[in-house]
């Protein structure tokens, strides 16, 4: 069975996508550096206890941060051989990055580059990478294809995912036999439909959905709603939603294409499902998703925001014959089920 290694695989869409790998019968070494995730029992994060729980399935875990090449390398040594890594491992809240430019560069970036370096050492030359729409840069046609040009990012954060694109497109170019391909993500939201894992936050939710299932819950009075007058069907802003559980497929997918000897060089993939929903249409659907009210205000726009951002996402569809199959319903019900069977997250209270 091929054998991957997954950074930041006890994140939010790392540990949804170990359930995928382990579903589709791959051996899943996981490294993070817990920065963002909880510590279960047995020196494992709790994401993924809860994964082996959930699939009966074993994730073999090393607490290692990117930065230390030492940690890297030991890994590799003694973990390895790997047939692919899936790279999530990397800080992104958009505002901190203004605020941590260089946080952010030497943990992405650097980090990154770390990761490379010692796949080279070991002769693995095959990634998947969690990239991002935010490539794009305000778009300059809808549906965003993969075409469109990228690398006017209006963020340190956006910044570091369209570098180490370049990065890895010129690893690409330099050496035929390194095969790198980009996952471009819209807005990633909901949860494994059991209700057991999902996105656990710190401190107050920067993004949409995890800012509504704590209103719902009762955590917070009330959603602000950032700007009612662009030019969208009801002004606010519309967005790409997508399933957590089709984006993990979807990584599956492309570490399957990966792995196909036919497979050359780098590439890059759009993970969307075709359709924009508005921030009003969001709370609709999770109103009637989890039957509570979800009391919001309307506020100024926020800065660095765009009106409208979705997908086509026709190459995903054919190259790598994957396509998101969940609503905008599943996506509430599932955030609701994981939102109200773990009001504090993965942090037993
Ligand atoms: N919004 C609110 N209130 C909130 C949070 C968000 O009204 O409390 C609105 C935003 O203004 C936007 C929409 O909800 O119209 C979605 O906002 P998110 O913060 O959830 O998502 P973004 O589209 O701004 O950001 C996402 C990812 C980033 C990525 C970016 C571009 O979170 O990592 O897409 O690809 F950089």
Redesign the pocket.
């Known amino acids: 069975m091929p054998r991957i290694l997954v950074t930041g695989g006890a994140g939010y869409v790392g540990s949804h996508t170990v359930i995928e790998l382990i579903n589709y019968k791959f051996e899943v070494v996981a490294v993070d550096n817990m920065v963002n995730a909880i510590m279960g029992g047995k020196g494992k994060p709790e994401s993924l206890a809860r994964v082996e729980k959930l699939t009966g399935g074993v994730v073999d875990f090393e607490q290692v941060d990117i930065l230390n090449e030492n940690e890297l390398e030991q890994v590799f040594a003694n973990k390895g051989p790997f047939d692919c890594v899936i790279h999530f491992a990397a800080l ?1 809240a ?1 505002g901190e990055s203004c605020k941590l430019p260089l946080r952010y560069y030497r943990n992405n970036v650097i980090g990154s580059i770390n990761l490379l370096e010692a796949m080279s050492r070991h002769n693995c030359k095959n990634i998947v990478f969690s990239s ?3 490539v794009y840069g305000p778009p300059q046609y809808l549906p965003i294809d993969e075409k469109h040009p990228i690398g006017s990012c209006t963020n340190p ?2 910044k570091t995912k369209f570098m180490i694109e370049e990065i890895m497109h010129d690893m690409c170019l330099a050496d035929p036999e390194w095969k790198a391909i980009m996952l471009r993500y ?2 990633p939201v909901g949860s494994h439909p059991s209700g057991e894992i999902g996105e656990d936050p710190c401190g107050i ?5 995890p ?1 509504i299932s704590q209103v719902a819950v009762g955590k917070r009075p009330c ?5 009612n007058d662009y030019e969208t069907k009801d002004g ?2 519309v ?1 790409d939603y997508i399933h957590v559980m089709d984006l993990a497929e979807g990584h599956v997918a492309a570490v399957r294409k990966s792995l196909d000897k036919d497979f050359q060089g780098w590439t890059a993939y759009n993970l969307g499902t075709g359709q924009g929903n508005s ?1 009003l249409e969001v709370v609709s659907a999770y109103e009637k998703a989890s039957e509570k009210n979800v009391p919001y205000e309307f506020m100024p726009r ?1 800065g660095g ?1 765009i009106a409208s ?1 979705f997908a086509d996402c026709s190459r995903a569809e054919k190259e790598l014959n994957w396509k998101a199959k969940k609503s905008i319903h599943d996506m509430c019900a599932d955030a609701w089920r994981w939102q109200s069977n773990n009001p504090n997250g993965f942090q037993i209270p």
Not at 223 to 227: D, M, R, S
């Open positions: 992104k958009v991002s729409a935010t954060y956006g819209f807005n939710p920067n993004n949409l959905m800012y959603l602000q709603v950032y700007g606010t802003g967005r921030v926020r925001d951002s």
